[in-house]
């Protein structure tokens, strides 16, 4: 009985209705198959042979002859110790994960139910730092590592990333929404700020959480241009800069690039596939109350 008036209301609204939803998921089904297409071929090259690919008369989208022989050579291959590079990756991105949405918690919780002075040019200031290009501050952010000896360390890539301005505005947006009432009752209670941040606030932001820290760790896992700046030493270096140095070292086999590249995204597509549904749910609730 509750759908009768929802259906009645589409029908007012004639065939205008229909066929613009239609045409949305229209839209939607062609720019899903043109986002993934490129990247399933890729998949899908990597069981290839090298002349199967180059050559025009047995190119096809699906193997002729499925082959791992690419994968066999990658993993078997001593001058490239992946497990190294994963675990470069792993500890940078995870760390760099626990720090940003620790401050980005923290301070998001400040901004969304203190008031003090200064309270909103302060949030305008880290606002205002999203938009300074990453170019105009490497240089200086180089050179502090440089003097306190954290180049060629992986902490040079985590000790300058612990404050994330857009994590501070996500999570503050999140926080605005938890009724004022909740915490007044706990502060009664004898509460302690960090008690009531640390077992009240917490909780209820796993959503938010959850998606600020993937959105951190594919960042971190994808970066490039900044490992490949503070890391100068090939065993500290990270798989980004692997791919493409191996890449360059295999110009003659699109095989090898293409399963080389596939291990370097893989773990981070695992992980979105798992945590997808909290970035839906963390952006949608983020935006309760401006």
């Given at each position: 009985m509750a759908t009768i008036p929802a259906e009645r209301g589409r029908a007012s609204q004639g065939p205008s209705w229909w066929y613009n939803q239609k045409l949305i998921y229209v839209l939607l089904i062609v720019g899903c198959?043109?986002?993934?297409?490129?990247?399933?071929?890729?998949?899908?090259a990597s069981f290839k042979t090298h002349a199967e690919i180059i050559n025009p008369a047995t190119q096809?989208?699906?193997?002729?002859?499925?082959?791992t022989a690419n994968y066999d050579t990658i993993l078997n291959d001593e001058a490239l110790?992946?497990?190294?590079?994963?675990?470069?990756?792993?500890?940078?991105?995870?760390?760099?994960?626990?720090?940003?949405t620790f401050t980005s918690a923290l301070f998001g919780y400040v901004f969304a139910k203190f008031h003090f002075r200064g309270k909103r040019l302060l949030f305008g200031y880290i606002i205002a730092t999203m938009m300074?290009?990453?170019?105009?501050?490497?240089?200086?952010?180089?050179?502090?590592?440089?003097?306190f000896g954290l180049t060629n360390n992986l902490l040079g890539l985590v000790v300058l990333s612990w404050f994330n301005a857009f994590g501070i505005f996500l999570m503050r947006q999140f926080m605005m929404s938890i009724p004022d009432e909740l915490l007044d009752a706990a502060r009664v209670d004898g509460a302690s700020e960090w008690a009531i941040f640390l077992r009240i606030v917490l909780p209820q932001t796993t959503a938010a959480l959850a998606t600020f820290g993937i959105l951190v760790f594919i960042s971190n896992w994808n970066s490039y241009l900044w490992p490949l700046i503070v890391l100068r030493e090939g065993d500290v270096r990270t798989l980004p800069i692997i791919l493409t140095w191996y890449n360059d070292a295999h110009t003659s086999n699109?095989?090898?690039?293409?399963?080389?590249?596939?291990?370097?995204?893989?773990?981070?597509?695992?992980?979105?596939?798992?945590?997808?549904?909290?970035?839906v749910r963390g952006f949608a609730l983020s935006g309760l109350k401006g």
């Amino acid at each position: 009985m509750a759908t009768i008036p929802a259906e009645r209301g589409r029908a007012s609204q004639g065939p205008s209705w229909w066929y613009n939803q239609k045409l949305i998921y229209v839209l939607l089904i062609v720019g899903c198959v043109a986002t993934l297409v490129p990247f399933v071929w890729t998949i899908l090259a990597s069981f290839k042979t090298h002349a199967e690919i180059i050559n025009p008369a047995t190119q096809a989208f699906f193997p002729r002859e499925f082959t791992t022989a690419n994968y066999d050579t990658i993993l078997n291959d001593e001058a490239l110790p992946l497990g190294r590079f994963y675990f470069n990756s792993t500890i940078i991105a995870v760390l760099n994960v626990i720090t940003q949405t620790f401050t980005s918690a923290l301070f998001g919780y400040v901004f969304a139910k203190f008031h003090f002075r200064g309270k909103r040019l302060l949030f305008g200031y880290i606002i205002a730092t999203m938009m300074i290009p990453f170019q105009l501050t490497m240089i200086p952010s180089y050179l502090v590592l440089l003097k306190f000896g954290l180049t060629n360390n992986l902490l040079g890539l985590v000790v300058l990333s612990w404050f994330n301005a857009f994590g501070i505005f996500l999570m503050r947006q999140f926080m605005m929404s938890i009724p004022d009432e909740l915490l007044d009752a706990a502060r009664v209670d004898g509460a302690s700020e960090w008690a009531i941040f640390l077992r009240i606030v917490l909780p209820q932001t796993t959503a938010a959480l959850a998606t600020f820290g993937i959105l951190v760790f594919i960042s971190n896992w994808n970066s490039y241009l900044w490992p490949l700046i503070v890391l100068r030493e090939g065993d500290v270096r990270t798989l980004p800069i692997i791919l493409t140095w191996y890449n360059d070292a295999h110009t003659s086999n699109i095989g090898l690039q293409m399963a080389a590249s596939v291990l370097v995204v893989m773990p981070i597509l695992v992980v979105y596939m798992f945590m997808n549904r909290w970035v839906v749910r963390g952006f949608a609730l983020s935006g309760l109350k401006g």
